[in-house]
């Protein structure tokens, strides 16, 4: 069997994850023959794996919309596809074939609406391009999400059955080295992994940080792995931080080792509000260290049987302030 993979998405982050593992899986298959559809990612061919690149689609919307409607389904045809894996929330129009959607983008599916002058690409997602997905859905033969949250309210939106859908939480294939331990030789360490995305949320911890300088209270460190140049509203944050002397560093990207052993010396704050799944929080909690993490529903899915969590509404600065303040109170006694 011929299957197609189409991901002109993918460049970094999670969306480049899911597409990896997908990759991997096609070279260990030797029964199908796979075809990736990528945008910039450099991918090797194997005998029975073949890589078609278009970096082009980055250079706007426009071209991607070229793509989507007048190069994509002529690529099916041509290469005579009996499947189609689509891993960019969207199916492929204009095909007759067995088409399998992963979805991935929470926007559509979250409870928090954005307005126009709020963020345009957030409300974009939410009012103009979920219309799109929501008829992906539709169409598509299955539906692969990560969380039931975003399950159950697929198929309130896009009005379908819950047969279409396959849940497929991420699995992590990995050997803990070392998990959380405590031994009081510094003073208490809490981590952030994660992008400078406005809904993930570095602002409430610097505020945070800010409430417990105001207190007396600087006995502990704060990682962010971003660099502090990524957006504006990142630059803004960074530059508060100087200006206050807030003990927040900004380390930029790490790699995957580097972020684990972070787990296995720090408290993780995770006050990001929109999430698919949340892959720090499951990497944490396999750490065994401590978590203070968002209230929010993905959070839950993952963590409510874990009984070293303490959740915290996302636009709450005082409580977040409490809780790493209970924190530090019991990592430095």
């Known amino acids: 069997m011929r299957i197609m993979v189409f991901d002109v998405a993918a460049e970094h982050g999670g969306a480049l994850t899911i597409l990896s593992q997908y990759y991997d899986l096609a070279i260990n298959d030797k029964e199908n023959e796979w075809i990736f559809v990528v945008s910039t990612p450099q991918l090797k061919e194997y005998e029975n794996v073949k890589i078609l690149r278009f970096p082009w689609i980055k250079r706007s919307w426009i071209h991607r919309l070229y793509f989507d409607k007048f190069v994509a389904h002529k690529l099916v045809d041509k290469y005579r596809v009996n499947e189609i894996l689509s891993l960019q929330n969207v199916t492929i129009p204009k095909v007759k074939v067995k088409q399998t959607l992963y979805l991935h983008q929470p926007l559509p599916f979250i409870n928090k609406k954005y307005s126009i002058f709020e963020n345009f690409k957030f409300w974009l997602y939410q009012n ?122 900004f380390i930029g990207s790490i790699n995957i080792k580097a972020v684990y052993e972070y787990y296995s010396m720090s408290i993780l704050i995770f006050p990001s509000y929109i999430e698919t799944y949340g892959l720090p929080l499951l990497e944490a909690k396999m750490h065994k260290c401590p978590i203070l993490a968002s209230d929010c529903e993905f959070s839950h899915e993952i963590l409510d049987e874990y009984d070293n969590v303490y959740f915290f509404d996302p636009f709450n600065i005082l409580e977040l302030a409490e809780l790493m303040k209970a924190q530090i109170n019991k990592t430095t006694v």
Request: hydrophobic share 40%; with cysteine; aromatic share 10%.
């Open 128 to 249: 103009i391009i979920s219309r799109i997905i929501f008829k992906s859905i539709k169409e598509a033969d299955k539906v692969i999400v990560q969380t039931k949250w975003m399950m159950d309210s697929a198929i309130e939106k896009a009005n379908v059955t819950k047969e279409k859908f396959i849940l497929k939480p991420p699995v992590l294939n990995i050997s803990i080295q070392e998990t959380y331990k405590n031994d009081n030789e510094y003073d208490c360490l809490f981590f952030y992994p994660a992008s400078g995305i406005v809904y993930k949320n570095h602002e409430i911890i610097v505020k945070a940080c800010k409430l417990l300088k105001d207190k007396g209270i600087t006995n502990y460190k704060v990682i962010f792995t971003i660099s502090g140049d990524e957006y504006n509203h990142i630059k803004k944050l960074k530059k508060f931080v100087v200006d206050n002397n807030l003990p927040i560093e």
